[in-house]
């Protein structure tokens, strides 16, 4: 299986350069090698490359920045995914990509499933939205898959975040009214590549079936928790921390203004993955503990 790789250098991307490389040969490329807001490098990669799957990693993932960077979120996140989508189309190639939970907008009280209304509630999500749009719109194949909160040890991060704030700080507030799934983007790699493998030796897909997964990790808490369980996971593992998990104070959405309105329910029902490749969601607490052993302390 030829496969493309775009945004290699990604939290994600990374990881799926090492999901990846058992399917096949992967052909990794980071922004050096083809910037996705060049319509004509996208195709011409794709054109000479001729992939069985390309998978898109790339993304504007500045939330906050976003809302003052319209134009440039919009291109990479909406327009590029529509013409890897046509590249796609048009060597026959299957695509996959990526979205997230922020193309809701929070007010259900159950966890989001594939079908339930969208309403994002920034230019990121609008974004992500519309690059969803776009690979729907090509009588192409594809498999989306939303995601939310991802974190590993390559890249920024919120773990990452935390970290710094408890080697420096003796008291911390964080959101305690915004509960979702913090998602390994290692776990992201893996059911990708379990994914296509499945795919491989099933069915193909038809000219025109574009599909839509929601993939996170199980165990959703707030943002306060999840960085009470990173202090302490830490704590545990011997890292020399100045705060204490007990010292991190629940605060609101409303205490922490900023740019971009964030969903209060990012929480994700990852039922269909289970249904259509059997694979059930694991918790988020040993890819933590794993990402901290590797960090250096
Ligand atoms: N991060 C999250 O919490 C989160 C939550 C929900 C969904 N998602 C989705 O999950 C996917 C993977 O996210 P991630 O966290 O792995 O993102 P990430 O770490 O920010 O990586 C994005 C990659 O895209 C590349 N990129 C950005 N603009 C580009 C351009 N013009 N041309 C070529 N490459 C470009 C970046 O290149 P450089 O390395 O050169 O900057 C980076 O390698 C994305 O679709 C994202 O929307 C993420």
């Known amino acids: 299986m030829k496969i493309l790789l775009l945004g290699k250098d990604g939290q994600v991307g990374w990881q799926l350069q090492r999901a990846l490389a058992p399917l096949g040969g992967v052909h990794a490329c980071g922004r ?39 134009a440039l979120a919009e291109a990479i996140n909406a327009r590029a995914p529509g013409e890897l989508a046509a590249a796609a189309a048009a060597c026959g190639a299957l695509l996959v990509h990526y979205s997230t939970d922020y ?5 259900k009280a159950t966890p989001y499933v594939e079908t339930d209304p969208v309403a994002p509630q920034g230019v990121y999500g609008r974004s ?9 719109a090509v009588a192409g194949r594809s498999l989306i898959f939303r995601t939310s909160w991802v974190f590993g040890e390559h890249g920024g991060n919120f773990v990452r975040t935390i970290l710094r704030l408890a080697a420096q700080r003796d008291d911390l507030g ?16 893996d059911v990708t590549a379990a994914a296509l ?12 079936e574009n599909r839509l997964y929601h993939l996170a990790a199980a165990n959703p808490l707030s943002w306060c928790d999840f960085a009470r369980e990173i202090v302490a996971v830490a704590i545990a593992q011997g890292w020399g921390l100045r705060l204490a998990p007990a010292a991190i104070r629940a605060i609101t959405t409303a205490d922490y203004p900023t740019p971009a309105r964030r969903p209060a329910n990012s929480r994700l029902d990852c039922s269909r993955l289970g249904q259509d490749f059997g694979l059930s969601m694991p918790c988020w ?7 901290l052993e590797r960090l250096p302390a």
């Open 285 to 291: 607490r040993p890819y933590l503990a794993r990402m």
């Open 174 to 189: 964080v959101v305690a009214d915004q509960v979702g799934s913090p998602t390994p983007a290692a776990l992201i790699a």
């Open 32 to 70: 050096a090698d083809c910037d996705m807001t060049d319509a004509a490098a996208i195709h011409a990669l794709v054109g000479a490359l001729r992939p069985a799957v390309i998978v898109n990693a790339t993304a504007y993932t500045a939330v906050d920045k976003a809302e003052s960077e319209p």
């Open 197 to 208: 493998l499945r795919l491989a030796h099933g069915r193909r897909l038809e000219i025109g």
């Open 128 to 136: 992500k939205l519309a690059g969803e749009a776009a690979i729907q």
């Open 103 to 107: 193309v809701f907008d929070g007010g």
